[in-house]
């Protein structure tokens, strides 16, 4: 029997320590802390990976401090549109949505998309179609209304920019209160004690995003991608960049034709190719063996990760 392990991240960007108070880095630290709990008491009593990533990313979606579910940032015309995709290492099954409103978890569906469709990917009034089909939970503009986010539309539109959660032109008061810029996608890898691996992604994209833009957590292969030969993968950062050198993929790939270990595929696509592009963000990272690799080319990446009789590792900074 395998031992199991799993990784989430919360979001890459500029997160200094300087700017960031005590209050706000222990209420990040027990939000990623209850997410890798809820993924592992599956994992522990011999549930699946696939089960596993969806609820600590149910968790984390859940929590208004990151960008996905709950706290999903506004689009230009103020509205919530998320993206979410989940696939399974074990058959190279997928699903995903994109654009989607009002829905509690966008994680969930995705997986019904999967488990319910003949499709893959469901996006934006059609997918909303199948999640009244498939009952999953709405919740109403109240429930996704947060101030700061509303803030951060106003900025954006302002300056007729798009911001990638919390960029450096955010408000002021904004930058005051977290000193940050961010992308705060969230996401989950995890491992199983029947060595199989599974990876999940779910995000509300890029504040003021308009035109029913979509970025790469709900393309499998680009922000999201897991194979029980290689390795499972959920990324955060700059979309267009990720779609572009389809980030997931790239690193499965490296190892399968290559036969480079999870560090020098992630090495490569994070420090190198990634950087050269532009492309500001980072990646979970897990193999077949239980390796956990967690590389960002940004200040930082909220994260943390747990192995079966090892400590939790929780980390924010470079
Ligand atoms: N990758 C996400 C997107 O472009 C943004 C993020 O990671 O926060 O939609």
Redesign the pocket.
């Known amino acids: 029997m395998n031992n199991y392990a799993l990784a989430i991240h919360g979001?890459a960007g500029t997160i200094l320590q300087s700017t960031m108070t005590p209050e706000k880095e222990l209420a990040y630290k027990n939000g990623l802390q209850d997410a890798i709990e809820a993924g592992e008491s599956i994992l522990k009593s011999g549930g699946s990976a696939f089960d596993a990533v969806e609820s600590a990313i149910i968790q984390l979606e859940n929590n208004p401090l990151f960008?996905a579910g709950k706290g999903a940032v506004f689009t230009n015309t103020g509205t919530h549109e998320m993206?979410a995709s989940i696939m399974n290492g074990k058959d190279l099954m997928a699903g995903a949505i994109a654009g989607v409103q009002g829905v509690k978890n966008p994680i969930s569906l995705a997986r019904a998309v999967m488990e319910k469709s003949e499709h893959v990917l469901l996006t934006g009034n059609g997918a909303m179609e199948f999640a009244k089909k498939v009952n999953a939970p709405f919740e109403n503009e109240e429930y996704f209304f947060v101030q700061l986010r509303y803030d951060q539309l106003q900025q954006a539109k302002q300056s007729n920019s798009m911001i990638?959660?919390h960029t450096e032109d955010n408000p002021d008061s904004y930058r005051e209160e977290h000193g940050e810029k961010k992308?705060?996608?969230v996401g989950c890898v995890a491992l199983d004690l029947q060595g199989n691996l599974a990876a999940g992604t779910s995000?509300g994209?890029?504040t003021n995003k308009k035109f029913g833009r979509v970025?790469?957590?709900s393309i499998i292969g680009a922000?999201t991608y897991a194979n029980n030969n290689t390795c499972a993968i959920s990324?955060?950062?700059?979309?267009e960049l990720?779609i572009r050198s389809v980030v997931a993929y790239d690193i499965s790939c490296l190892m399968e034709y290559k036969n480079l270990s999870l560090k020098e595929a992630c090495d490569i696509v994070v420090m190198d190719k990634l950087v050269k592009i532009g492309g500001e963000?980072g990646l979970i990272a897990l193999d077949a063996k239980g390796n956990i690799v967690l590389p960002f080319n940004s200040d930082g990446m909220y994260r943390a990760s747990k192995k079966q009789n090892e400590e939790i590792f929780i980390g924010i900074y470079k």
Do not use: E, K, V, Y
């Open positions: 979001g960008n993206d990638l959660d992308f705060g996608t995000t994209g890029m970025g790469d957590s922000g990324c955060t950062g700059h979309g990720f963000g």
